[in-house]
């Protein structure tokens, strides 16, 4: 008779994974530095750590953008960071604005800004349960 001892664990790291999940929404910004010729084309890049959760679609010619896209990431911990970075999209350097890193340090739902490094100010927010 097969030991069920591999399987209990198994399914109980999956139910420990479905239940930790991170998820970030409205983001938007404030105040966007314009370029000597043209107001920004904004967009936002998240990362979880060092992994690559997504990037928003760009608002063009806005200085006061919003992005309607969540993101997700499922294998999220207490202690993980989440980091977000505002960049300016051009023809061929996107030009970077700023950006925020915050460590996961609760369960809940929490709504945050960041000053950008060249001016103007992301918002968002995140849960994590």
């Known amino acids: 008779m097969a030991s069920s001892l591999p399987l209990i664990v198994l399914l109980l790291c999956c139910v420990g994974l479905a ?23 904004g967009y936002v890049k998240l990362y979880y750590g060092s992994i690559f959760m997504g990037q928003t679609s760009f608002v063009r010619g806005n200085r006061d953008p919003s992005w309607p896209q969540s993101f997700n990431y499922y ?3 207490l202690g993980g960071r989440l980091t977000v ?6 023809a061929v350097f996107d030009d970077y604005l700023g950006g925020c890193t ?15 490094s060249t001016g103007g100010t992301l918002y968002l927010t995140y849960s994590f349960r």
């Open 75 to 77: 294998s999220a911990k």
């Open 85 to 90: 970075k505002v960049y300016d999209k051009n």
């Open 102 to 116: 915050t460590v996961i340090f609760k369960r809940g739902i929490y709504s945050g800004w960041c000053n950008l």
């Open 19 to 41: 239940h930790s999940y991170l998820r970030v929404s409205n983001l938007r910004a404030q105040n966007l530095r314009p370029t000597k010729y043209s107001k920004p084309d």
